[in-house]
């Protein structure tokens, strides 16, 4: 079976194809022989949500079955590669189900006792553990690997904030560890003071970031890092901190963070630091909110185009993973308009096909 893609085909920035064919489950930029059937739209490659949390609910661990409704909503949306940023579950069976985005997993949180959401992390009693911890999650994932850098210490009473979880030497030595193993680290951080340790320790990637000052900034595009803002996330700090009413140090410190987050992003792309798009799904967020995760950084000022090829294209060159690439697995979502013009229309995928098969 050959399917006529009649374009606009958007490969990436600078390459916009008029057509292409879908033959099996490749993509292909020559006519075949025989042509079965067409699809007209804007095609776009696969959808990329690198901060998702494929079977993780607000309690932990979640059922196969839950975890496969998690998949399933993320791929309606057009989401068809997850970076899976931590996960109690064992999720590797996903491998095996061409109906199911491709994950790349990122293996078990890493944090310690108290000091995260309960039944979310691997907690390690002694910080020392961290490096060897840190390389075995690097051979349990696929190439990636996720602490926990910062989170409220409740033990310092009315004065309890957020506070960084590892010494920055241990914080050296497991990103190193990682790198060792061809894995890359990246971190949840919402505090200003875990950033310093996780630059010099060198860090791949910062999840949220909401802590970062000007200077820090400056830094996290000097060191090429990648910064996922997570604003669905972020847009919960405020509630989070009226829940918190016997920790005012820490509650005040989620509002000032909520109350500029948008500007936050737009410093954050006027210093060229790399954005990527990640919904946090899973835990207090639901699947499949892609478009929703976009449309707030069209709220920060982010152009629409920026937006789309941070949702799409330039993130799996990020991630190693190919796109619209002659012969490469058609992954790919359709649009009736351009979305390069306006990021709004990923809300209303026309067509998702996944390893060729239409599946939306």
Do not use: N
Not at 110 to 125: G, I, M, S, T
Not at 206 to 215: I, K, N, T, V
Not at 342 to 348: F, G, H, M, N, S
Request: hydrophobic share 45%.
């Amino acid at each position: 079976m050959a399917l006529h893609l009649r374009g606009p085909v958007v490969v990436d920035d600078d390459r916009v194809a008029p057509q292409a064919w879908v033959v099996g489950d490749r993509i292909t930029f020559e006519r075949p022989a025989e042509v079965t059937g067409s699809l007209t739209g804007w095609v776009l490659p696969g959808l990329v949500d690198v901060h998702c949390h494929i079977g993780l609910g607000a309690g932990g661990a979640v059922d196969r079955a839950t975890a496969q409704a998690q998949a399933v909503a993320d791929r309606d949306a057009g989401v068809l590669l997850i970076r899976d940023a931590g996960s109690p579950a064992d999720t590797r069976w996903v491998d095996g189900r061409h109906d199911l985005p491709r994950l790349i997993r990122a293996g078990h949180h890493l944090a310690r006792p108290k000091r995260y959401l309960r039944h979310y992390a691997r907690e390690l009693a002694d910080v020392a553990e961290l490096p060897a911890a840190v390389a075995q999650e690097a051979a349990r994932g696929d190439g990636w690997v996720k602490l926990v850098a910062d989170w409220i210490d409740r033990d310092l009473g009315p004065d309890g904030d957020l506070r960084p979880l590892w010494p920055d030497d241990v914080l050296a030595e497991a990103v190193g560890a990682a790198h060792d193993a061809g894995a890359r680290v990246t971190a949840h951080t919402f505090a200003t003071e875990a950033l310093d340790g996780l630059l010099d320790a060198g860090i791949d990637c910062l999840e949220h970031a909401s802590g970062a000052d000007p200077r820090q900034i400056d830094r996290i595009a000097a060191a090429g890092v990648s910064v996922t803002a997570t604003l669905l996330q972020v847009a919960q700090f405020a509630a989070i901190a009226d829940r918190a009413d016997r920790y005012p140090v820490y509650a005040e410190r989620m509002r000032r963070m909520h109350a500029r987050r948008y500007q936050h992003v737009r410093d954050l792309a006027d210093a060229g630091v790399q954005l990527l798009i990640g919904t946090d799904a899973g835990g207090t967020i639901a699947h499949g909110r892609i478009a929703d995760e976009a449309a707030e950084l069209l709220t920060a000022g982010i152009p629409d185009h920026e937006v789309v090829a941070a949702a799409s294209w330039r993130t799996r060159r990020w991630l190693g993973v190919p796109g619209l690439t002659e012969g490469e697995s058609a992954d790919l979502v359709v649009y009736d308009t351009d979305p390069r013009r306006d990021a709004r229309v990923l809300t209303a995928p026309r067509a998702v096909l996944l390893r060729g098969r239409r599946v939306r």
